[in-house]
């Protein structure tokens, strides 16, 4: 991994280390402070713009039921000042994939969005031919 | 919308009318050309790199029954010279929520990531209190 791909990766952990902590303000500080963020929770429509993702967050962090999750197979996907990580998620005995967006804001890696969703479970990645309702 | 909102709004449109023409010549042009880019289709797991994206679209536009797109509630996420786009899709009776992610390449924006899964249907975008089984 060169330092960029690091960088990345341990801002990928920041953020599951805040969920697992319950840690509000650890949460609210790795995300960008522009208005151009969002967050796409399991299930739910978009979250749009900072304040209501941090009020999503919030209530998500707050319910004391919440598993925690393990993530891995990260893979960093750099593109100049932004990149994206592609993660599993492991949480209370579901699998999800995640796509974590990050742009560059000063010296630290911040998140603009986060999207998380089912998937299959320890498959293979290649797809076989998708059924008619599995498509885009 | 300023002109780069609607130069997104436009390139996002493109993807969707690659995928309701079964186009696959039309979807490789949209894709940039770096290997840094990936997708994940509903309940998938993620696909890495341009041979597995493509290979993967190249399965889902052969299939005849595939049911066309309608994207609708477009937001654009604008962050340099990277951007995201979230709407929303229905196809074959589903709702999804899909986020699409473009960088700049010369004078055209390419996708580098599509991310879609499942979402509630017409509800309000405010979250009320998550189930358990829904966080993250």
Redesign the interface.
């Known amino acids: 991994l060169d330092s960029l791909d690091t960088e990345l990766i341990a801002a990928n952990a920041a953020f599951y280390d805040a969920?697992n902590r319950r840690d509000v303000a650890g949460m609210e500080a790795l995300w960008a402070s522009g208005p151009?963020?969002?967050c796409?929770?399991?299930?739910?429509?978009?979250?749009?713009g900072r304040d209501?993702v941090m009020?999503?967050w919030r209530?998500?962090l707050a319910?004391p039921?919440?598993?925690k999750?393990r993530w891995s197979e990260e893979?960093v996907?750099?593109?100049?000042?932004?990149a994206?990580v592609?993660c599993l998620?492991e949480?209370?005995g579901?699998t999800?994939?995640?796509?974590n967006?990050f742009?560059r804001e000063g010296a630290s890696w911040k998140l603009?969005?986060h999207?998380?969703?089912?998937?299959?479970r320890r498959?293979?990645?290649?797809?076989s031919?998708?059924a008619?309702?599995?498509?885009?």
Not at 40 to 48: E, T, Y
Not at 96 to 99: E, H, Q, R
Not at 123 to 127: I, K
């Open positions: 969920f151009s963020i969002a796409v929770h399991p299930g739910w429509r978009a979250q749009l209501e009020k999503s209530a998500i319910n039921d919440a598993p999750v893979t996907h750099l593109h100049g000042d932004a994206f592609i998620e949480l209370g579901d999800l994939v995640a796509t967006f742009v603009v969005h999207h998380a969703g089912p998937t299959r498959s293979s990645r290649a797809p031919r998708p008619p309702g599995d498509l885009n």
